[in-house]
T-cell receptor, first 110, second 118 residues
């Protein structure tokens, strides 16, 4: 079945850029997502990218997709303490069932 | 819209008791998902519905778990009898179908129910 993998933990200093990486196995993925989960809350969609795109930028967020290597990354520019959360990579084939990664816990050090 | 609503937000119960978790999806959404999140296993899809019909329940851990969706605006996840290993945060999410061109696989999550079984 589909599999989505992420590193478990990332620590950065406030003001630096954060890069969270993700790999997936399903070559038929149509959408790839990044969700954010703050403590005690549900997952919140940050951004998504179609599989026919290489890059998507949205304010401080940049998503890069290497479809050949099935690699997705999320770059957060000028990381703030409020960005501390768990970030989930996810993929779907356009049929509603979304496969989530294990989540990467981002710690921002003041 | 108020978003996905779940109740209760916290539930503490004793082993062997029946637990019922409730979810109200976003109005108009035709897909509803139940997830379980634990430190050990991460986020697991338990079951999902389309137009109130269960589509895939392969993630339901065992017969002690059951889920229903009697109408488009309400779903329940029941555990009977509950066990300590069921302690987790249970999330409900909903989405709107529309196919790849509209990007509507996006799931909207509720705040979760934190279940503790003693």
């Amino acid at each position: 079945g589909e599999d989505v993998e992420q590193s478990l933990f990332l620590s950065v200093r406030e003001g630096d850029s954060s890069v969270i990486n993700c790999t997936y196995t399903d070559s038929s993925s149509t959408y790839l997502y990044w969700y954010k989960q703050e403590p005690g809350a549900g997952l919140q969609l940050l951004t998504y990218i179609f599989s026919n795109m290489d890059m998507k930028q949205d304010q401080r967020l940049t998503v890069l997709l290497n479809k050949k290597d099935k690699h997705l990354s999320l770059r957060i520019a000028d990381t703030q303490t409020g960005d501390s959360a768990i970030y989930f990579c996810a993929e779907s084939g356009g049929y509603q069932k979304v496969t989530f990664g294990t989540g990467t816990k981002l710690q921002v050090i003041p | 819209d108020a978003g996905v609503i779940q109740s209760p937000r916290h539930e503490v119960t004793e082993m062997g008791q029946e637990v019922t978790l409730r979810c109200k999806p976003i109005s108009g959404h035709d897909y509803l998902f139940w997830y379980r999140q634990t430190m050990m296993r991460g986020l697991e899809l338990l079951i999902y519905f389309n137009n109130n019909v269960p589509i895939d329940d392969s993630g339901m851990p065992e017969d002690r778990f059951s889920a229903k969706m009697p109408n488009a605006s309400f779903s329940t996840l029941k555990i009977q009898p509950s066990e300590p290993r069921d302690s987790a945060v249970y999330f409900c999410a909903s989405s709107l179908s529309g196919g790849p061109k509209t990007g509507t696989d996006t799931q909207y999550f509720g705040p979760g129910t934190r279940l503790t079984v003693l």
